[in-house]
Nanobody
């Protein structure tokens, strides 16, 4: 069992930055790939970016490339998402998720989820 708790969301103006964090507890954190997903009202949950146990990353959302950076600290059981140059279209609930093995874009392949943290970007 893995428990995930996100933090760091909030309201920011367009062009601003936020740093989301996800703290994990439970089973060996380093065995898991961690992904950040987001879901805007009326839309499906989409994969944003994921990081494998090795530190390798996959940026699923082309719109965030060059603006978002994912990182993990296996010693502290945390994964972070640095979001720069935020745009109104980044507004969504952001979720941290974990799965054994490699990363994936399909949310249904993730076993554990946090409760989410709201990110709102005003224009």
């Amino acid at each position: 069992q893995v428990q995930l708790v996100e933090s760091g969301g909030g309201l920011v103006q367009a062009g601003g930055s936020l740093r989301l964090s996800c703290a994990a507890s439970g089973r060996t954190f380093s065995w898991y790939s961690l992904g950040w997903f987001r879901q805007a009202p009326g839309k499906e949950r989409e994969a944003v970016v994921a990081i494998r146990w090795s530190g390798g990353t996959t940026y699923y959302a082309d719109s965030v490339k060059g603006r978002f950076t994912i990182s993990r600290d296996n010693a502290k059981n945390t994964v972070s998402l640095q979001m720069n140059s935020l745009k109104p279209e980044d507004t969504a609930m952001y979720y941290c998720a974990a799965r054994r093995g490699t990363d994936a874009a399909d949310p249904s392949l993730y076993d554990y989820w946090g409760q989410g943290t709201q990110v709102t970007v005003s224009s």
